[in-house]
């Protein structure tokens, strides 16, 4: 009886103990309740800090990120991840976001940290961008927020974008941008050539619809082209 009780508590170790060594994202992908949003391509080192945690993990395809999650993605990496409307987030090369709950208006909002992130919609969408110095309200389908080490700017393609901090705040529409910094209100800037802040994005392949099953019968060289 004692042999057969032994057996039972070494296979329950020995379960415990292979659940605990396998890689995270193949126990626990969703901790939270409604994710915010969801990993579609990776370039490179991207890593996420899971909200409340110190350390960082490689992030892995079709991962998702719930509200207070931080992706960083490192020096000649990409990534692009999908918010719950389908909108398309594209992060260049050392960009750090943290992802938050949408709001009661089904607003999405987006920390951008540090470097540059695309963003990118088929339709009209509302989103709220915060960054160290300067915030952003987007109504539009296509933009370019860009963090620097004592300024930020937002770029608009389509749509428009009010950018406000403490000191100020201006409405931007297509074609125009706007560079805000600590203590001064955003100025309005004018851009000879726009297209040129986003080339690196130019590699994605075109957005159609990145839902997981649109995605998975998509023909194999356009999903390889994505990953």
Known sequence: MKQKGLFVFLGFSAAALILLTLPRH???????????ARVVSIQGSV???KSGMTNWEAVHMEETLCPGDTIRVQEYGR???VLQDETVV????KTAVTVKAPDPE???????????FHFFSRTPRRLQVATPFVNGSVEGTEFLVMVEVDQASFMVY???VLVSNEAGSLILGKGESATGRAG???IRRIVVRPRDAVQWAVYYPPVLDLRTENVAQAPVGWQRRLR
């Open 26 to 36: 193949s126990w626990a992908q969703n901790d939270c309740p409604q994710w915010v």
């Open 47 to 49: 890593q996420v800090q």
């Open 79 to 81: 990534a692009a991840m």
């Open 90 to 93: 594209r992060l260049d090369q």
């Open 106 to 116: 089904r607003r999405s909002f987006l920390d951008l940290l540090r470097g540059v």
């Open 158 to 160: 389509e749509g428009r």
């Open 184 to 186: 001064t209100a955003p």
